[in-house]
């Protein structure tokens, strides 16, 4: 018997306006796995995994998460669900604590010992958030506030953590140790859908991908087999 999907997509459409982001592209994530999205700038990538949590709407198609249609739920109400996002950018807030970014994302988590749980983890996963926990946000390095937009998103445990573009704009060393997080948050079970630049880096940590070019999916398969395909070279340079 062939397992559900954690997570979706059927026909999934954007639009800003008259411009079609993405056209009508269908995909899934199972439970315990990590799957990224490849292609070039404007590929449509991003904008897949906020329709995902609604942070823009889906102007076609449905998105099913634990076998629940989610394709018009507010955000607010995803992340109580198990389903959250560390945005591209990272967008932390920058006049607040770390420890006070941390606690915002465990807004909605009713039970105390769930909220200590993922708090004990995070600090776990990032000792220097620990160490600064007093300091503002908006006075961490990028890889600093990278590690906190992810950690944030973790406070509520999530089912699934959607990464946009976790290594944009960050040193090469800072690189590696956010990949290497992303390899531990694999071993504690966390099942992840990732948006990357770095396609080397993606395929070494991904089960399985999909290549986006012009809105479309235009190659899927295991991290093994994109290597191999000449589709994914040719997203990056333009073609379909």
Not at 62 to 77: H, K, M, S, W
Not at 187 to 203: C, F, K, P, Y
């Amino acid at each position: 018997m062939t397992r559900a999907p954690l997570l979706s997509a059927q026909g999934l459409v954007v639009r800003y306006g008259a411009i079609e982001a993405v056209r009508g592209i269908d995909f899934s994530i199972h439970e315990g796995e990590i799957v990224t999205f490849l292609g070039a700038n404007g590929a449509g990538k991003s904008s897949t995994l906020n329709a995902l949590v609604s942070l823009v709407p889906a102007a076609e198609g449905q998105v099913l998460f634990g076998g629940e249609d989610i394709t018009d739920v507010a955000p607010e109400r995803l992340a109580p669900m198990g389903l959250t996002l560390a945005p591209e950018g990272r967008r932390v807030f920058g006049g607040l604590t770390v420890e006070e970014n941390l606690r915002m994302g465990a807004y909605g988590v009713r039970s105390a010992e769930k909220r200590e749980a993922a708090w004990d983890m995070v600090h776990d996963l990032f000792p220097i958030l620990h160490e600064r926990r007093h300091q503002f946000a908006g006075t961490l390095s990028g890889g600093q506030q990278q590690m906190l937009a992810i950690g944030r998103a973790l406070m509520c445990g999530p089912r699934l953590l959607l990464l946009d573009e976790p290594s944009l704009g960050l040193a090469p060393q800072i690189v590696g140790q956010i990949f290497d997080l992303i390899a531990l948050l694999r071993e504690r079970d966390v099942t992840l859908g990732i948006v990357e630049q770095n396609v080397a880096m993606a395929l070494e940590v991904a089960d399985r991908g999909y290549v986006m070019a012009g809105g479309r999916i235009v190659a899927e398969g295991t991290a093994a087999e994109l290597r191999q395909t000449d589709r994914l070279q040719a997203a990056y340079l333009g073609g379909s």
